[in-house]
């Protein structure tokens, strides 16, 4: 009834820039992370089974947050490069539980994440934008620390065969909070809720 999966990743990745043209001095960036998981899984029924994941994570920056360079003088803003953008770390600890009866399938699962150096995409750092006198000016950041928590439910139903084919609707809801750990201040790039709602109609030719 029980099943324990464990995993480790490990990963390397290095940016090697060539300076061609380019303003602004490019940078070169480099670093490696190992990654342990572990999922626990109970099989309590035939039905329904219940789950826990936790799992470490790293996400290089890329080569345009580091290194890529752009303005537009019409509108007067600017992006600019990071080169002492760092890699993010993150520890994420999730339990869910699923079901399974006749033609109903359900899915729910409450996660949290810590993350280190997470990395805020280009972010107003200074200026105004549409300010002739003081151009704004946006890069790419890490933010120290970070925590991410919420939940998803789904839910989908087989309702048989009519008028030659099967009849499937299904739904999902899910809320997401996201906050500096220093601050309290909420990331404005996390969507905080979605609702998805659908109807499916399948045929099969014989």
């Given at each position: 009834a029980w099943s324990i999966t464990p995993g480790l990743r490990a990963e390397h990745y290095k940016l090697d820039a060539s300076q061609n043209g380019f303003a602004p001095k490019v940078a070169n960036n480099s670093d490696s992370a190992v990654s342990p998981k572990l999922g626990v899984l109970f099989q309590a029924s035939e039905q329904w089974s219940v789950y826990g994941n936790y799992a470490a994570g790293f996400r290089a920056p890329n080569a345009g947050q580091v290194n890529a360079f752009f303005e537009n003088p019409n509108a007067y803003y600017r992006s600019i490069p990071n080169p002492d953008l760092k890699p993010e770390k993150s520890k994420t600890f999730e339990i869910g539980v699923r079901g399974r009866v006749d033609g109903f399938t359900f899915d729910a699962a409450a996660f949290t994440?810590?993350?280190?150096?997470?990395?805020?995409?280009?972010?107003?750092?200074?200026?105004?934008?549409?300010?002739?006198?003081?151009?704004?000016?946006?890069?790419?950041?890490?933010?120290?620390?970070?925590?991410?928590?919420?939940f998803e439910v789904k839910g989908e139903y087989d309702w048989g065969c009519y008028a030659g084919g099967r009849f499937i609707t299904n739904a999902a809801y899910g809320y997401t909070d996201g906050k500096e750990t220093n601050t309290n201040k909420p990331l404005d790039t996390i969507s905080p809720q979605q609702l998805v709602l659908g109807v499916r109609y399948e045929r099969k030719e014989v």
């Amino acid at each position: 009834a029980w099943s324990i999966t464990p995993g480790l990743r490990a990963e390397h990745y290095k940016l090697d820039a060539s300076q061609n043209g380019f303003a602004p001095k490019v940078a070169n960036n480099s670093d490696s992370a190992v990654s342990p998981k572990l999922g626990v899984l109970f099989q309590a029924s035939e039905q329904w089974s219940v789950y826990g994941n936790y799992a470490a994570g790293f996400r290089a920056p890329n080569a345009g947050q580091v290194n890529a360079f752009f303005e537009n003088p019409n509108a007067y803003y600017r992006s600019i490069p990071n080169p002492d953008l760092k890699p993010e770390k993150s520890k994420t600890f999730e339990i869910g539980v699923r079901g399974r009866v006749d033609g109903f399938t359900f899915d729910a699962a409450a996660f949290t994440g810590r993350f280190t150096d997470f990395i805020q995409d280009q972010v107003l750092v200074s200026g105004q934008y549409g300010n002739p006198a003081n151009w704004a000016t946006f890069q790419s950041i890490n933010i120290d620390r970070v925590r991410i928590s919420g939940f998803e439910v789904k839910g989908e139903y087989d309702w048989g065969c009519y008028a030659g084919g099967r009849f499937i609707t299904n739904a999902a809801y899910g809320y997401t909070d996201g906050k500096e750990t220093n601050t309290n201040k909420p990331l404005d790039t996390i969507s905080p809720q979605q609702l998805v709602l659908g109807v499916r109609y399948e045929r099969k030719e014989v």
